[in-house]
């Protein structure tokens, strides 16, 4: 036979091998049950919501804030059942295009054999890239990362068999059945007349399929049975199937009421593949029941959400944790209203307040005209926390606690912020005497610990499976969230410093005993910026140019101790006012304040993402008793990016490119837009200081400009070094010497 015949042959073969062809029937006719294949793919690859860390989820997953054997084995008990969802779904809607595989024993077994071409394939990348991973981001040995592969399929084996030990017995029963119907046909032919409906057109073309024992065994070789027949044997395996569906549904709701418990919160990444496993188990139900009234069947759905939350049923949106919701007196949201509440006179009168925090503050310096610290920080997430509180603790101690005692405000968004108010917070508690020093390590590694792990726990277990758990918090009932769960997952890293409610810090800040924290939000109705803090800030919502306009005042920000004030607005815990200014889009929920229209606020950053406004605004107001009772104003602003960073242009010379561009220029051009809009700011407020005026800035800047730390709520071990190493850059030890020359 010639080479050409022989492999001609040999690619019919291959063509006709069951396998290869239920990979085909996936990609002709149920692409949606590929899109989860598709999505661990390309999340894995690192291609998939990258900037928010997803790949982290499966290549270094945590359990008990810990990467091992025991995280691995969860996740890989999780894939375990997101494998056997896949087996099941397709085994549902495929089986009766495969009436011979009903005449075999141990049917699902052959089947599940059979349909694991494209689990295998991702097993095998899977791998790859998590040794990788594990070796060069974790700092893993190589055996260390080899025993952590090995948990992984250990959890994966063991689930697999606890489903094979349920479908056995029901084989067993099913083999029982089809012996009793075969050995009376005359009987079957009177309980299942034949007729054309019986037969099913679009059967799958198969020559060969592999067996329990991995052989390849030719399907004509199988007994014939009637479709009718068989089609009542794989019933059973359905009703089982669904079972299987309904119990990870069940086990997810479990873990998400009992998500406090620590024992219980799996890794991030095994949740969602049960919730991978549960939402593919209901696709293929759509599939197996509705057929060609799938797509209304969908429509359907879309509706009746839509309807819930439109009446208030449903809602995906957070709460501010102390704030009363229940009070009927809810402020109205509007700007005629704003108006009559943000006037010139309460403006004046905090402003006057704000002034007697000042003397205060300057009466605590040790000389008559002391230099004054701004300080204000950049949003970015666990990366900007980080080297926010690396930036801060390690400039105090080159300045002998003086950088502290020399702050009077800290602003800025995001992460930055939480760094922030670590620092100022470890510094109130060395000061009680709670701590002995606030510069040990260990407060460091505090602030990088996790915080995406629970975050997307909680989105799989409690937003979408279980939006109805109850906390009671500051005296109200909450729901819980992933915002709660990010909050509780904070609190416990940083040992509980950052507890507590606004009101509690307001005679330390009111004294001058810690920097003023003035945490922003955006308001996502309109605009405008939402200013939390342990004092009234009404001087900081319009500009002072549009005081004297009584009829359409400019303004640009909201107070949220004065708009708030019958809903017990320093009671706001303070982890919750800077989980608010955190919020980036979809990772963390949107915060439904109770005002009507009810108030939707989003991240800081949004609207100013590195401080400069609220910043220039504040030295502003306050420039004549800033340029009576100061040496030096020091802006001393801390960026988790470079400043003037020249990113690669885009050229729009493909149609991808020309489609995608436009849309999303605004979310990748976003931090160079604010960054070269805020200069013109520092040019403003350097204008009405002259050289009093200090601005200095601190970066973090990679060792390895490809190897910039992601932003997001996780951070590698490989990332972690390099934010720390990144105050001994030339840059930032100039300005670190600057720093310490200006505050002495």
């Known amino acids: 036979m010639l080479y050409g015949q022989r492999l001609q042959l040999f690619l019919r073969a291959a063509y006709r091998f069951l396998p290869v062809q239920l990979l085909l029937l996936h990609g002709r006719k149920y692409q949606l049950l590929l899109i989860f294949w598709a999505i661990l793919f390309l999340t894995v690859q690192g291609s998939f919501a990258e900037h928010f860390g997803a790949n982290t989820l499966f290549l270094a997953p945590e359990y008990l804030g810990q990467i091992n054997f025991l995280s691995m084995m969860l996740l890989g008990s999780a894939m375990g059942i997101f494998v056997m969802s896949w087996h099941i779904t397709t085994f549902i809607i495929h089986s009766k295009r495969m009436p011979f595989i009903g005449a075999t024993r141990q049917a699902f077994l052959k089947y599940c054999i059979n349909n694991s071409l494209l689990p295998l394939s991702f097993f095998i990348y899977y791998s790859i890239v998590c040794l990788r991973f594990q070796r060069y981001e974790e700092a893993a040995g190589w055996g260390g990362a080899i025993l952590l592969q090995v948990g992984f399929y250990l959890g994966l084996l063991l689930m697999v068999l606890v489903s094979f030990a349920y479908f056995f017995r029901v084989g067993r029963d099913l083999l029982k059945t089809v012996l009793a ?86 890794p991030a990444g095994a949740g969602f593949l049960m919730l991978f496993a549960v939402l593919m188990g209901i696709v293929g139900a759509v599939k197996y029941f509705l057929r060609s009234w799938e797509v209304f069947g969908w429509l359907l759905f879309v509706f009746a959400m839509s309807w819930l939350v439109s009446h208030h049923l449903f809602d995906l949106r957070s709460v501010a944790y102390g704030l009363n919701y229940q009070t009927a007196q809810k402020p109205a949201y509007n700007y005629a209203e704003l ?16 002034i007697a925090h000042l003397n205060a503050w300057k009466s605590r310096q040790a000389e008559p005209l002391p230099p004054l610290v701004v300080i204000t920080v950049s949003g970015g997430g666990s990366r900007s926390a ?59 590694a505090a602030i990088g610990e996790d915080l995406l792990n629970a975050i997307i726990f909680s989105f ?39 507890g507590g409610s606004l009101a509690d810090f307001k005679n330390d800040e009111k004294s001058g005993r810690i920097p003023q924290l003035i945490i922003n939000g955006t308001i996502a109705n309109d605009g405008r910026k939402l200013i939390m803090a342990t004092m009234p800030l009404s ?99 801390i960026r988790d990016t470079k400043e003037y960073d020249v990113l690669p242009a ?38 009405f200081f002259g050289p009093k005026l200090h601005a200095l800035t601190l970066e973090y800047t990679p060792q390895k400009e490809d190897k910039m730390a992601k932003l997001n709520f996780h951070l590698t071990r490989q990332e972690k070094d390099d934010l720390r190493q990144a105050v001994y850059s030339n840059s930032n030890q100039a300005c670190f010497d600057s720093l310490k020359s200006l505050i002495h």
């Open 181 to 266: 119907t075969i050995t009376n046909p005359s009987h079957l032919r009177g309980i299942v007349p034949y007729d054309a409906l019986d037969f099913e057109f679009d059967m799958i073309q198969a020559d060969t399929f592999l067996t329990e024992t991995l052989r390849i065994e030719q399907i004509e070789q199988l007994e014939k049975y009637h479709p009718r027949l068989l089609n009542a044997i794989l019933r059973r395996h359905h009703r089982n199937a669904t079972a299987a569906t309904i119990f990870a549904l069940l086990l997810l709701l479990l873990l998400g009421i009992f998500m406090d418990e620590p024992l219980l919160r799996i």
């Open 460 to 498: 799989v277990a409690v937003d979408i499976i279980s939006p109805f758990n109850r906390v009671k918090l500051s005296g109200y009932r909450y729901t819980k969230d992933r915002g709660y769960a990010m909050e509780q997952d904070l609190l416990n890293n940083t040992h509980g410093i950052l």
């Open 386 to 444: 980080y080297w926010t509180f690396r930036a801060l603790q390690y400039a105090d101690s080159l300045c002998g606690g003086d950088l502290f005692r020399r702050t009077a405000i800290i602003s800025g968004a995001s992460g930055g912020m939480l760094g922030a108010a670590f620092w100022r917070n470890l510094h109130q508690q060395a000061l009680e005497g709670k701590i002995q020093t606030p510069y040990a390590p260990k407060y460091q």
């Open 339 to 354: 108006k009559k509440e943000f006037t010139p006179q309460r403006y004046e009168a905090d402003k006057n307040l704000g």
């Open 650 to 687: 885009t050229t729009q010379d493909h149609l991808g490119a020309m489609l995608s561009d436009p849309l999303f220029i605004i979310q990748h051009k976003w931090e160079p837009f604010q960054s070269y809009s805020q200069s013109y700011l520092r040019d403003y407020v350097a204008a």
């Open 539 to 637: 001087y900081l919502t319009q500009p002072v140019s549009t005081l004297g306009d009584t009829a359409n005042p400019t303004i640009d920000a909201v107070d949220f101790g004065t708009l708030f004030a019958k809903q017990n607005a320093y009671n706001l815990r303070l982890i919750t006012a800077l989980r608010i200014n955190a919020t980036f889009p979809y990772v963390l929920p949107v915060v439904r304040f109770p005002s009507v229209p009810a108030m939707n606020v989003m991240d800081a950053g949004l609207r100013d993402n590195f401080g400069a406004e609220i910043a220039s605004r504040w030295m502003h107001v306050f420039q004549d008793w800033l340029h009576q009772n100061t040496r030096e104003i020091i802006w001393l602003q």
